[in-house]
């Protein structure tokens, strides 16, 4: 035989003799203990604990944006006519105004009174429909919140801090302040000073 035909046979024969070798064993890895799994363990148990109360505030913070947007929306509708109706006022304080002006017997003063009495009466018809409530406190307790105090005066026989007059009454909407009534607030009598008794200085 040639060399060339005998070095495959010593190549197979290397080769065999590497596949014959044992195999190479690593070094163990380490086990890990009691100690190290419980605190393993516990690491888990936090980082899925943080991870829940995360969710529950992300869920909590969902379900107070849906009821905000909500409450939003519905303050939408309540609230809409509130531009609409503020200018509505003033043209009922005329016609309040010129009712009270129409003074005498003639029958155009009457006619005009009947028509502006029906106007009115037709504005608040429109007003009860669409939510909005007349503030007219005369007699009542002064309310900061919905009155405004224009002038205050001694008034004999009323109790002070009570609404004794009216100048323009207010009006809510839905339950929201629209315009504050202008009142008129008694107030406490203020005492007269006593005539003290002279002292006689000859005693």
Request: net charge negative; charged share 30%; hydrophobic share 35%.
């Amino acid at each position: 035989m040639s060399t060339d035909q005998e070095a495959p046979e010593s190549q197979v024969k290397t080769e065999n003799e590497t596949v014959a070798e044992p195999p190479h064993t690593e070094v163990a890895e380490h086990e890990p203990t009691v100690e190290e799994l419980q605190q393993a363990l516990a690491q888990a148990e936090q980082k899925a604990q943080e991870n829940w109360d995360k969710a529950v505030r992300a869920q909590a913070e969902m379900e107070n944006l849906k009821r905000r947007t909500q409450k939003d929306l519905e303050d939408a509708h309540k609230f809409a006519l509130t531009g609409f109706a503020k200018e509505l006022l003033p043209v009922l304080d005329s016609l309040v105004l010129g009712l009270q002006a129409a003074t005498g017997d003639s029958e155009e003063v009457k006619k005009f009174r009947e028509g502006s009495e029906l106007t009115i009466k037709q504005f608040e018809s429109v007003f009860a429909k669409f939510k909005i409530e007349t503030i007219d406190p005369i007699g009542q307790p002064f309310n900061a919140e919905q009155h405004q105090a224009m002038t205050m005066q001694a008034v004999e026989g009323v109790e002070p801090n009570t609404v004794v007059n009216v100048f323009q009454k207010g009006y809510m909407l839905n339950g929201r302040l629209l315009r504050p009534a202008m009142v008129v607030v008694a107030k406490a009598a203020e005492n007269k000073p006593t005539d003290t008794p002279s002292i006689d200085e000859q005693a």
